[in-house]
């Protein structure tokens, strides 16, 4: 299996995954990892303090959905570039500060195509997969919208940045 799909609790092994994909193939030239972590603020929360420390961040799906959208973005990727294998592995669940929260890794051939694959993932990611984010700081919670920001990096590869 050269594409692997998870959305789950536990964290993850960034060792680990990135040998998966090194190791796919002698002709593997570049791989590009990406890890999130929960920040210590949310700046974008309306009614949270921005500058308040939070406690946790709580991240929801819609089961078999987001995994399948996941894949589909995976498959997006593969018609604009040449690669060997992809990981996308998205934590649910409540997490803390500095907890990893997501991992995209690419292998290819090429630095670019696995520099531009990488980013391609995660800006669809953000847009596309069916996550809702929930922060809570001092005994408030609120859940996040999307940033208009996110939906304007996808828009982006609408037109020809892959040029």
């Avoid at 500060?97 to 292998?107: E, K, R």
């Amino acid at each position: 299996m050269t594409d692997l799909v998870c959305v789950q609790t536990d964290d993850f092994d960034l060792a680990g995954e990135y040998r998966r994909l090194r190791d796919l193939s002698s002709r593997v030239g570049a791989v590009v990892t990406f890890c999130g972590l929960v920040r210590d603020f949310e700046s974008s929360s309306s009614e949270i303090d921005p500058d308040a420390p939070i406690n946790n961040l709580t991240l929801q799906h819609y089961p078999g959905m987001t995994e399948a959208l996941l894949a589909e973005i995976i498959e997006q990727a593969k018609t604009r570039w040449s690669l060997y294998g992809v990981t996308v592995i998205h934590r649910i669940g409540t997490l803390a500060p500095n907890d990893q929260i997501v991992f995209v890794g690419v292998a290819t051939e090429h630095r670019k195509q696995a520099f531009d694959a990488a980013q391609f993932l995660m800006d669809y990611l953000k847009t596309q997969a069916t996550l809702w984010k929930k922060v809570t700081a001092k005994g408030k919670e609120q859940w996040l919208d999307a940033k208009g920001s996110d939906d304007d990096a996808a828009a982006e590869w609408g037109e020809s940045r892959n040029d």
